[in-house]
Structures are given as C-alpha cells and as structure tokens.
C-alpha cells in the first residue's frame, strides 16, 4: 500500500510535523512511566484503527523490554491479569479520552478519580497530552493511509 501523502518531502508537512514530533519528544522526558506511556499509545493506536502506530508502539515497547504477552493482552486488557491498577487506570483514561464522541461527557468523574490515586499532577498533564497526541498522529495517519510494517524502533527519535 502506498501512502496518499509522503510527508517526509513535503516541505509544509515538514514546518509543521517538526514542530508536532517535537511534542512527542518532550512527552518521553515526562514523569509519566515509559512503559506507561508505550502502553497508552499503542490502546489509543488501536482503537482508532491506525495501523502505522500500533505498527511503531508495538515495536518500541518491544524494544524497551516490554513482554510479548502483554503487547498482545492490551487490546483486552480488562480481562487480563497483567497490568497493574496503575497501569489499568491509565489505559481507561486512554479509552474515555479516545472515545469522546461515543460518551457525551468524555471522561468520567470516576475515570479521573482512579487515574488520580496513582498518578501526580505532572504524570496526569503527561497522560492527558500523550492522548491528544496519539489521537492526532493517528489521524494524520490514517486519513494519508500511512504503510505498517517497516517501522525500526528509534527511527523517529
């Protein structure tokens, strides 16, 4: 498959993904754990159906040592056994603030309430901008069709 757009010689998607990837960068600095933050992109990666993503979130984790049981277990993460509440906390904030327009009243009170017990304000801001971010990269992936499958881990860092 071939993407609509390459946006690696198009000199406006250039000025202004520099910039967007520079966000995810400074996310990786964030007190919100790696393998947290790997976890997170990769739920809100494949709820959108973004193939390009699940392919790049899939293969850091991976590459930061993360299991392939619990790479495989994220999509049904509810039913399984090897996330901790934090983490399980994390990925259904992920899930509330992905699907907005499926929950007239986005994430819930009892949603936040739980990500708040393990989490402090700075990993909260990390958490929340992680979402956004995914949830755009998503799209810019998906509406170019962006290719899954060649993606190396660090290849964008």
């Not at 393998?35 to 899939?58: F, K, P, W, Y």
């Not at 495989?72 to 603030?97: I, M, P, S, Y």
Request: proline residues 3%; negative net charge; aromatic residues 6%.
């Amino acid at each position: 498959m071939d993407a609509r757009l390459n946006y690696f010689t198009s000199p406006a998607a250039g000025k202004v993904l520099k910039h967007f990837m520079s966000a995810g960068r400074a996310l990786k600095e964030t007190p919100l754990p790696a393998v947290t933050q790997e976890l997170v992109a990769l739920r809100v990666s494949q709820i959108n159906g973004c193939a390009a993503c699940v392919d790049m979130h899939t293969k850091e984790a991976a590459a930061a040592g993360e299991t392939a049981v619990r790479l495989n277990l994220v999509a049904v993460w509810r039913e399984a056994t090897v996330f901790t509440e934090a983490e399980r906390a994390a990925l259904e904030l992920a899930e509330e603030g992905t699907r907005v327009a499926d929950g007239a009243g986005g994430v819930s009170d009892e949603v936040w309430a739980s990500a708040t017990k393990h989490y402090d304000e700075e990993q909260l801001t990390a958490l929340v901008v992680l979402v956004s971010f995914m949830n755009t990269a998503n799209r810019l992936n998906i509406i170019t069709r962006q290719p899954a499958g060649d993606y190396r881990p660090g290849q964008f860092h």
